[in-house]
């Protein structure tokens, strides 16, 4: 039922422990909110709009929604372009995206601004994967509407929902446009799909949730049996994840006592010196001392930009490809009074050289740009026709020719000795955005 509220309460509900917090300690909000009185400006005009709306509006409000709106204003007037407000039910769907155990239909996606969302991986075994949606696919419309009026994060959280539920959509394959009606359901995301080629071992790794690790290991302790001579890694189209993933697979990779990453977060007076910084270490004393090549492009953000540059500083891995987004930013979520949460922009952090490529990209040593239907074709090319695969066979002094096709299986039972993480903070997404739905 819907009910009449005020809505200084609603506010007050809502902010008031933050207003609170930087009223009395005239704390720096953002960049945008920087002093007390500007402080009190902002929230004098979310006043002065209470009153207007006592005074004319005729309607009804809910007080929840308004509340949750409140909210999402605040948030997208910070001016952190990666900071989001969740419900409780968003914040679930939001975790799924971390844990990697997901209730939806098994999607992942990159943004293509004012198109839609560009279909990158079909979960195996998931409700997409049996409803017959493709890699390639633009998505163009979730729930009868599309990028002319829905934001991604609002696309993708259209796409995800409670079990149980139907979520509809459409999409753009070639000439066609097909209409899907898909039942939400448990499944478990794996961003990890691996061949051999030839004695090279290829593992094309999507994403960095808490199960990356798991199927990473497997991946390489497979291909480590069957004698392979080098590795592709292939982070093309990979938006990032939780840094402490990416750190885990890196471990598998990289000898004990390695700094593989530094974070740093705001510096507090009241702190100790250097508590605001942490440092990532390997901690296994795995190693792999093969030759690496890693594969990148635009789309290769955050802790996929992570994870290429540590091979780069550490084991002298070359990397081809076109300049990645250039996102050395992370962000934590943190829980309000009534349950919903908040992701900010909180950390940075630099690779093992020391050296950010925040807004920069990381130039890859051999550039290698794409034309717009490569670039489209990417996720469904045959590896013998991928540009970047062939540089990298050149590089090792293989004969391309001894590549064969197909995906060796992940065992979902695989139980490896990497451990996974199960926090919150993020290395983070792309600007062109990847998610999972």
């Not at 979520?167 to 499944?187: A, C, H, P, Q, T």
């Not at 890196?250 to 508590?275: C, F, H, N, P, W």
Request: a negative charge; aromatic letters at 8%; charged letters at 25%.
């Amino acid at each position: 039922m819907e009910k009449k509220i005020r809505l200084d309460v609603v506010i007050f509900l809502l902010v008031s422990a933050i207003i609170l917090t930087a009223l009395t300690t005239t704390i720096v909000i953002n960049k945008r909110v920087s002093s007390l009185s500007e402080i009190q400006s902002a929230f004098s005009k979310l006043k002065n709009l209470d009153e207007l709306v006592k005074e004319h509006y005729i309607g009804i409000l809910d007080s929840e929604e308004l509340s949750d709106n409140v909210a999402r204003g605040y948030v997208r007037g910070m001016g952190d372009e990666y900071a989001q407000y969740f419900t409780k039910a968003e914040y679930k769907d939001y975790m799924s995206q971390i844990t990697g155990e997901y209730e939806g239909v098994g999607l992942s996606v990159v943004w293509m601004e004012g198109e839609g969302m560009f279909v990158t991986a079909v979960s195996k075994g998931s409700p997409a994967e049996e409803s017959g949606v493709q890699v390639g696919d633009l998505i163009v419309e979730v729930e009868g509407e599309g990028p002319d009026t829905l934001t991604y994060d609002e696309m993708v959280t259209r796409m995800s929902g409670e079990v149980g539920t139907l979520v509809s959509f459409k999409v753009r394959r070639g000439g066609e446009e097909i209409d899907f009606e898909i039942l939400r359901r448990e499944f478990e995301e794996v961003t990890v799909d691996y061949q051999l080629l030839g004695h090279i071992g290829y593992v094309k790794i999507t994403g960095f949730n808490n199960l990356t690790p798991k199927y990473f290991e497997q991946a390489i302790d497979d291909l480590t049996a069957r004698g392979v001579t080098a590795y592709i890694f292939d982070v093309r189209g990979n938006g990032g994840g939780t840094i402490d993933s990416v750190v885990d697979c890196l471990d598998r990779l990289i000898i004990k006592g390695t700094t593989v990453a530094t974070a740093e977060r705001k510096y507090d007076s009241s702190q100790a010196a250097g508590s605001n910084k942490t440092v990532y270490q390997t901690e296994t004393a795995a190693e792999v001392n093969l030759p690496m090549i890693v594969l990148v492009d635009g789309n290769t953000a955050s802790g996929g930009e992570l994870f290429a540059a540590a091979l780069r500083d550490i084991k002298e891995a070359p990397l081809i490809g076109s300049v990645t987004f250039g996102k050395g930013t992370g962000q934590s979520t943190y829980k309000l009074p009534d349950g919903s949460y908040i992701k900010m922009t909180d950390f940075s952090y630099t690779p093992p050289s020391g050296i950010s490529y925040n807004n920069i990209g990381l130039i890859p040593d051999d550039v290698i740009e794409l034309t717009d239907e490569q670039q489209q074709d990417l996720y469904t090319m045959d590896l013998k026709d991928d540009p970047h695969i062939l540089k990298a066979f050149e590089r090792l002094g293989v004969d391309p020719g001894v590549m064969d096709g197909g995906y060796a299986e992940i065992d979902p039972n695989y139980s490896g000795s990497s451990s996974s993480s199960s926090g919150a903070s993020e290395s983070g997404s792309s600007g062109s955005e990847s998610s999972a739905a």
